[in-house]
Structures are given as structure tokens and as C-alpha cells.
């Protein structure tokens, strides 16, 4: 299976593109429907329409939906968080305690997460 990478490919420009005249089909149809008299639009046999209503409805929904989702986010993060006081705070199951393996001399140690003593007696003392 190939790598995931961010380059262009030619499956991309096709998809992009199909997006891009998508959308500039998408908002020629809704500035038709907003902005036309619903009397134009039956006489020509476009009958079936939602109430102009809805034209002015969908983008003061979709702003106040995207202002509402940070605040959502932020209420998410803040549920999903543990207690001040709770043990999940200092330490996890991905943890690896430093002093595992042997260091060779004049080398960089491996990654490894601090005992919480070291690091209050490095910050506090």
C-alpha cells in the first residue's frame, strides 16, 4: 500500500477541481434561488423550491454553528479532563520511567518521562 504524503497527485487535481466547479455551481444555484422573484422562477418551470426563508436561514445557522463550536470544543475538553487531585495527572500506561536501559558514555539518554519528585525538587528546591 503507497505512503500517505501531501504531494499533488493527478487523483487530487481531479478531486479538487470537481470540488471547485462544484461550489461555483452550488452558489450560482443559491444566489438564483435567493435573489430571483418565485413568480420568475415557476414561469420558466422551476416549481419546486424551499421558502426564501431558509435562503437567509442556512448561513446565519452556519455562523452561529461555527461560533457555538468552540465554545462546545472548549466545554468537551474541560468534561473529558481529570481531577485535580487524580493520579492520571502525573503519570499513564504510556509512561516509560527514566533509568531503564544503560547509557553509553557521551550519548544522548532516550526519551523517558521524569519521576514527579525529581521534577519538584528541580522546580521547588
Known amino acids: 500500500m503507497p505512503e500517505h504524503s501531501p504531494s499533488p497527485t493527478p487523483e487530487r487535481a481531479i478531486y479538487g477541481y470537481v470540488l471547485y466547479l462544484a461550489a461555483y455551481v452550488f452558489f450560482g444555484v443559491y444566489i438564483v434561488w435567493a435573489y430571483i422573484p418565485g413568480d420568475w422562477l415557476n414561469a420558466i418551470g422551476l416549481t419546486y423550491w424551499p421558502q426564501k426563508y431558509w435562503a437567509v436561514s442556512f448561513p446565519v445557522y452556519g455562523c452561529v454553528a461555527f461560533l457555538l463550536a468552540y465554545p462546545i ?53
Open 73 to 125: 470544543y472548549f466545554g468537551i475538553i474541560l468534561l473529558n479532563t481529570p481531577p485535580l487531585d487524580s493520579i492520571n495527572l502525573i503519570t499513564d500506561s504510556h509512561a516509560q520511567p527514566a533509568g531503564r536501559k544503560a547509557v553509553i558514555a557521551d550519548s544522548i539518554p532516550p526519551i523517558a518521562d521524569m519521576d514527579i519528585s525529581d521534577v519538584n525538587r528541580q522546580l521547588y528546591l
